[in-house]
C-alpha cells in the first residue's frame, strides 16, 4: 500500500456535492481515503472563459494499492462521469477536475499516446489553490521526492500572494 495525494476541484453546479461524490467513488474505486483537508475556494486559473465561477479545491490523502497509471485511469473515469469535457484550446469550467499531487517517493514523467503522467505534479509548488490544502493533510516527516523540501519549506519558498481562502473548516465526509 502506498500514499497518494490527490487534488480535487470544481468550479461548476453544486460544488461541494461533486466534491463529496468523488471521494465516496475514490473510496470505492482505488482505496481508504485518510485525510481530507478543508475546502478552499480560488478565482479560476488560466480559463477560456474569464466570467468561470470560482473553484472549490480540496486535497485528499489516499492509501492504495493500485499503480500510479491505474489511478489515473480511475480518475480520468470518474471526471468523465461528472462531464468533465477536454479542450486542447484552453481550460473549460468544470464540474470536476483531480489530479495525482504525489504517489508515495515515485517520480514518474510519462507522455504517449495512452497517457500523460507526471508525478509529482508540475505544477504543485505554484499553485496555493493546491500547496494549501496540502498542508491540511501531509503527513508528518514528508518530503519532495524531487527537491527534498519539507511541505513547510515548500510553503516558504512560495513567493506568490495567496487569493485562496479557506471557507469550510468543518466540513464533514460522512462515509469516511
Avoid at 464540474?95 to 505534479?121: G, R, T, V, Y
Wanted: net charge positive.
Amino acid at each position: 500500500m502506498q500514499t497518494v495525494y490527490l487534488s480535487l476541484g470544481s468550479n461548476l453546479d453544486n460544488r461541494l456535492l461533486n466534491l463529496e461524490a468523488a471521494l465516496l467513488r475514490i473510496t470505492q474505486t482505488l482505496g481508504r481515503v485518510q485525510a481530507v483537508s478543508r475546502v478552499y475556494v480560488s478565482k479560476a486559473f488560466d480559463m477560456k472563459d474569464a466570467t468561470s465561477p470560482d473553484f472549490y479545491n480540496i486535497v485528499c490523502r489516499l492509501k492504495t494499492g493500485a499503480s500510479p497509471l491505474t489511478i489515473l485511469a480511475s480518475i480520468n473515469s470518474l471526471e468523465l462521469s461528472r462531464g468533465r469535457e477536454r479542450s486542447k484550446k484552453g481550460a473549460l469550467s468544470r464540474s470536476l477536475d483531480i489530479d495525482i499531487l504525489f504517489c508515495q517517493n515515485e517520480i514518474i514523467k510519462l507522455s504517449n499516446k495512452l497517457a500523460n503522467l507526471e508525478i509529482p505534479h508540475s505544477k504543485v509548488c505554484e499553485r496555493d489553490f493546491v500547496l494549501l490544502p496540502f498542508g491540511d493533510v501531509v503527513e508528518n516527516g514528508w518530503h519532495h521526492p524531487e527537491s527534498k523540501l519539507s511541505y513547510n519549506q515548500l510553503l516558504e519558498a512560495f513567493n506568490k500572494s495567496s487569493h485562496t481562502k479557506n471557507i469550510f473548516s468543518n466540513f464533514n465526509y460522512s462515509f469516511l
